[in-house]
T-cell receptor, first 115, second 115 residues
Framework: DADVTQTPRNRITKTGKRIMLECSQT?????MYWYRQDPGLGLRLIYY???????NKGEISDGYSVSRQAQAKFSLSLESAIPNQTALYFC??????????????FGEGSRLTVL | GNSVTQMEGPVTLSEEAFLTINCTYT??????LFWYVQYPGEGLQLLLK?????DKGSNKGFEATYRKETTSFHLEKGSVQVSDSAVYFC??????????????FGTGTRLKVLA
C-alpha cells in the first residue's frame, strides 16, 4: 500500500459545489501539506500542518480550508468550487527538517475539474 | 526571499544522450537541495538530495552537486533511457525567519526521451 493515499483520484464537479479531498498517511509523520500543481507554475503550497493542533496558511489559501482529523489524516475542502480551482492537488508528509533532510513524501494526486 | 529557477522544457533527447537540467537558487542561510521526479500519472518522488555545499547527490545514474559559489544544483545523467521520460523538479528547504522550514519548488522541466 502507498505511504500517502489520496481520495478521490479524479473528480469532476460543477461551479458552486463543495468538494473534499482526503489524505491519509502511514509514515508516522507529524507534518502534512497540501499543494496545488498547475502547468508552468510548479507546486504551490495551500495549507500545512505541523501537528494535529497546528494549521497554517500557505501561499494560495484563499478559497480553501483544511481539517487535521488525526496525525494520519489531513483533508482539503473547497467550500464553493470555481473553474480556476481546476488543478492537480497533492498531499505530502515529512519528518522534521531540523532533524534530517525533511524529504517530502507525496501522494499520487487528485485531479479536480470544476465546470 | 528564497526562490528556485530551473530551465524551461520540454527537453527532448535521443536514448543514450547526455542530460543536463539547470537549476539555480537564492536562499538565506544554508538550504537543503532536492531533485524530485514525477512520472506520468504519479506523484512526485525524491530522486536525490544534498544538504551542504559540495555534497553530491546521486541515484539511478543521476547526479547533482551542491555548488554554493554559483548557487546551483544542476541535474545530470550520462546516458538517458526512454524510462527517464518524466517531469523533474528542483527544490530547496530553508529555515525561515519565523523558525520554520519552508520548501520552494521550481516550475518543473519535462524530459522526453526518444528511442
Amino acid at each position: 500500500d502507498a505511504d500517502v493515499t489520496q481520495t478521490p483520484r479524479n473528480r469532476i464537479t460543477k461551479t458552486g459545489k463543495r468538494i473534499m479531498l482526503e489524505c491519509s498517511q502511514t509514515k508516522g509523520h507529524d507534518r502534512m501539506y497540501w499543494y496545488r500543481q498547475d502547468p508552468g507554475l510548479g507546486l504551490r503550497l495551500i495549507y500545512y500542518s505541523f501537528d494535529v493542533k497546528d494549521i497554517n496558511k500557505g501561499e494560495i489559501s484563499d478559497g480553501y480550508s483544511v481539517s487535521r482529523q488525526a496525525q494520519a489524516k489531513f483533508s482539503l475542502s473547497l467550500e464553493s468550487a470555481i473553474p480556476n480551482q481546476t488543478a492537480l492537488y497533492f498531499c505530502a508528509t515529512s519528518g522534521d527538517p531540523g532533524q534530517g533532510t525533511g524529504e517530502l513524501f507525496f501522494g499520487e494526486g487528485s485531479r479536480l475539474t470544476v465546470l | 526571499g528564497n526562490s528556485v529557477t530551473q530551465m524551461e522544457g520540454p527537453v527532448t533527447l535521443s536514448e543514450e544522450a547526455f542530460l543536463t537540467i539547470n537549476c539555480t537558487y537564492t536562499a538565506t542561510g544554508y538550504p537543503s537541495l532536492f531533485w524530485y521526479v514525477q512520472y506520468p500519472g504519479e506523484g512526485l518522488q525524491l530522486l536525490l538530495k544534498a544538504t551542504k555545499a559540495d555534497d553530491k547527490g546521486s541515484n539511478k545514474g543521476f547526479e547533482a552537486t551542491y555548488r554554493k559559489e554559483t548557487t546551483s544544483f544542476h541535474l545530470e545523467k550520462g546516458s538517458v533511457q526512454v524510462s527517464d521520460s518524466a517531469v523533474y523538479f528542483c527544490a530547496l528547504s530553508a529555515l525561515t525567519t519565523s523558525g520554520t522550514y519552508k520548501y520552494i519548488f521550481g516550475t518543473g522541466t519535462r524530459l522526453k526521451v526518444l528511442a
